[in-house]
C-alpha cells in the first residue's frame, strides 16, 4: 500500500515526519474529491491498521474516537499553519472535547537512552503515538519542514526538501503558478484602476 500523501501527488518525509504528514493528509480535499479518511470510526480504524498496524481500533476501540484523532489532527494542521507550537495533551484534550487520554510510560533501552512509548489502549494508544510522532519529529529536526500548502483551494501537507526550507506550495508549478497569476491579475487591476481614476481627474 501506498502512503496517504500520495493520493495528492506528494512524497512523504522521513520517519516521524512522514507519519505526521500522511495524518494530516488524510484530510478532504474539496478541489480533488479525496475522502475524509478519519470520516468515521471504521474507517479510521482500517487507515490506521493498513498504514500503521492495528491497534485493535475496529474491535477494542471507543467509540467516537476517530473524531478525536479528526481533532489532534486539525490540531496539528493549525499549528503547521499559524506557526504555533505542537500541542500537548492538554491542548489535545482542549481540542477533542475534554475526553483525551493519553497516557505514556517510559522505558530503559539496551543502549541506556529513555524514551516514551504510548501505555493506552485502542484510540488512546492512537493518539498518544500521534504526539509521540510530533515530539520525535521536533527531536530530529524535521518537524520544521512539515508545510501545509498556501493555496487555499489545496492546503495538502508535504515535506519540504528545498535547501534552506523555504517551500510554501507543494507543487510550485502547480499551486504556486496559480498563485503567482492571481496576483499578477490583481496587481493589473490596480494599475487600470488607478489609471482610470488618474484620466478622470
Same mark, same amino acid.
Given at each position: 500500500?501506498?502512503?496517504?500523501?500520495?493520493?495528492?501527488? #506528494?512524497?512523504? /518525509?522521513?520517519?516521524?515526519?512522514?507519519?505526521?504528514? *500522511?495524518?494530516?493528509?488524510? %484530510?478532504?480535499?474539496?478541489?480533488?474529491? =479525496?475522502?475524509?479518511?478519519?470520516?468515521?470510526? *471504521?474507517?479510521?480504524?482500517?487507515?490506521?491498521?493498513?498504514? %500503521?498496524?492495528?491497534?485493535?481500533?475496529?474491535?477494542?476501540?471507543?467509540?467516537?474516537?476517530?473524531?478525536?484523532?479528526?481533532?489532534?489532527?486539525?490540531?496539528?494542521?493549525?499549528?503547521?499553519?499559524? /506557526?504555533?507550537?505542537?500541542?500537548?495533551?492538554?491542548?489535545?484534550?482542549? #481540542?477533542?472535547? /475534554?475526553?483525551?487520554?493519553?497516557?505514556?510510560?517510559?522505558?530503559?533501552?539496551?543502549?541506556?537512552?529513555?524514551?516514551?512509548?504510548?501505555? /493506552?489502549?485502542?484510540? *488512546?494508544?492512537?493518539?498518544?503515538?500521534?504526539?509521540?510522532?510530533?515530539?520525535?519529529?521536533?527531536?530530529?529536526?524535521?518537524?520544521?519542514?512539515? =508545510? #501545509?500548502?498556501?493555496?487555499?483551494?489545496?492546503?495538502?501537507? %508535504?515535506?519540504?526538501?528545498?535547501?534552506?526550507? @523555504?517551500?510554501?506550495?507543494?507543487?510550485?508549478?502547480?499551486?504556486?503558478?496559480?498563485?503567482?497569476?492571481?496576483? @499578477? &491579475?490583481?496587481?493589473?487591476?490596480? &494599475?487600470?484602476?488607478?489609471?482610470?481614476?488618474? @484620466?478622470?481627474?
Amino acid at each position: 500500500m501506498g502512503t496517504t500523501s500520495e493520493r495528492y501527488g #506528494v512524497i512523504t /518525509g522521513p520517519d516521524d515526519a512522514g507519519a505526521i504528514q *500522511d495524518l494530516l493528509n488524510t %484530510f478532504a480535499n474539496g478541489r480533488s474529491g =479525496k475522502p475524509d479518511l478519519l470520516a468515521a470510526d *471504521d474507517v479510521a480504524a482500517h487507515w490506521w491498521s493498513e498504514r %500503521f498496524g492495528s491497534l485493535g481500533l475496529a474491535q477494542n476501540g471507543v467509540p467516537g474516537g476517530s473524531s478525536r484523532l479528526r481533532a489532534l489532527r486539525d490540531a496539528l494542521r493549525a499549528a503547521l499553519t499559524e /506557526g504555533g507550537v505542537v500541542p500537548g495533551v492538554e491542548t489535545a484534550a482542549e #481540542v477533542s472535547g /475534554g475526553d483525551v487520554r493519553t497516557v505514556l510510560d517510559m522505558s530503559l533501552r539496551a543502549d541506556g537512552t529513555v524514551a516514551p512509548t504510548p501505555a /493506552g489502549t485502542g484510540w *488512546d494508544a492512537a493518539l498518544a503515538e500521534v504526539l509521540l510522532w510530533a515530539y520525535r519529529s521536533q527531536l530530529q529536526g524535521t518537524w520544521p519542514r512539515l =508545510k #501545509v500548502c498556501r493555496n487555499p483551494e489545496c492546503e495538502v501537507a %508535504f515535506y519540504d526538501r528545498s535547501r534552506n526550507s @523555504s517551500g510554501v506550495w507543494h507543487d510550485a508549478l502547480v499551486c504556486g503558478n496559480v498563485a503567482n497569476l492571481r496576483a @499578477s &491579475r490583481a496587481r493589473k487591476r490596480e &494599475r487600470a484602476e488607478v489609471a482610470a481614476s488618474e @484620466s478622470g481627474n
